[in-house]
């Protein structure tokens, strides 16, 4: 059982940044994988950035890449998203999850999730 707690959701105009937090539990975050997935109202979950157990592999969805970057802290059992340049088409609930297999993109490959963190990008 991993407990996860994202944070550092709010409300920024459009081209403006954020970034996310998600502070995981126990003392095994070193071997977990972690991901940020996002929901926007009437739509599917949605991949948007995962990065592996040590952080040497990092993989965005095609609509964040160049703007987003996702980074681990191991020592702080936190992984984080920092959002630059958002966009209106941005605004969803954030979430992030946990695999211990490298599935990146599945969500259902993730075990365990946040209660999410909700960012709205006004324009």
């Known amino acids: 059982q991993v407990l996860l707690v994202e944070s550092g959701g709010g409300l920024v105009q459009a081209g403006g940044p954020l970034r996310l937090s998600c502070a995981a539990s126990g003392r095994a975050f070193s071997t977990y994988n972690m991901a940020w997935f996002r929901q926007a109202p009437g739509k599917e979950r949605e991949f948007v950035s995962a990065i592996s157990s040590t952080g040497a592999s990092t993989v965005y969805a095609d609509s964040v890449k160049g703007r987003f970057t996702i980074s681990r802290d191991n020592a702080k059992n936190t992984v984080y998203l920092q959002m630059n340049n958002l966009k209106p088409e941005d605004t969803a609930v954030y979430y992030c999850?946990?695999?211990?297999?490298?599935?990146?993109?599945?969500?259902?490959?993730?075990?365990?999730w946040g209660q999410g963190t909700q960012v709205t990008v006004s324009s």
């Open positions: 999850a946990v695999s211990r297999l490298w599935v990146v993109r599945t969500a259902g490959g993730y075990a365990y």
